[in-house]
């Protein structure tokens, strides 16, 4: 969590899953601004493959009202780093663990309102490793090819800006 030297500067909201702070500073033309944010621990995102075919999940998202289609991803809990919260998410939305997760780098979701950031891993050498769904998770398993993949956000039926962006630098990378 942030702390908060500035007495301007305080929690908002605090739940767990969500805490909003509000932050007092000082731009760089000498402005005071007042500003709320998201306060995030970070996530994981893994993209893998199954015989040639990349693992999606299939899960509803409460907040937009829908199904989307996404790459396995999910929120850091307390002292975990990033390569455990993926080997954990991975392992509770596929089923599958990774020998091997290597890191594709790390993105802002939504620098504006969010402090959230997202590190991209590619899991390779799978093995069947399932842990237990969070209880709001009702996920399905999909496979789909990179070109497919990518027909599918042409088509907006990827509509994940972390799965669009995590696929679009898997693509560069090759």
């Given amino acids: 969590m942030i702390k908060f030297p500035n007495p301007d500067n305080k929690k908002v909201y605090d739940s767990d899953s969500i805490h909003i702070v509000r932050e007092k500073y000082n731009t760089t033309l000498n402005k005071d601004i007042v500003k709320d944010y998201v306060n995030h621990p970070g996530s ?53 663990g990774a020998k091997k997760y290597t890191s594709l780098g790390s993105y802002f979701v939504a620098p504006g309102y969010s402090s959230e950031k997202t590190e991209f891993f590619l899991a390779e050498n799978l093995f069947e490793s399932a842990l237990p769904p969070d209880e709001d998770e009702d996920i399905y398993l999909e496979k789909y090819s990179l070109d497919n993949a990518l027909d599918l956000i042409t088509k907006q039926i990827i509509v994940d800006q972390s799965t669009i962006c995590a696929l679009l630098l898997y693509k560069s990378l090759l």
Avoid: C, H, Y
């Fill in 44 to 96: 994981v995102l893994i993209i893998s493959f199954v015989n040639e075919m990349i693992l999606f999940v299939r899960q509803w998202r409460q907040p937009v009202k829908t199904n989307t289609l996404e790459l396995p991803m999910g929120t850091l809990e307390i002292n975990e780093n990033s390569i455990e919260a993926a080997d954990r998410e991975f392992r509770e939305e596929t089923g599958f």
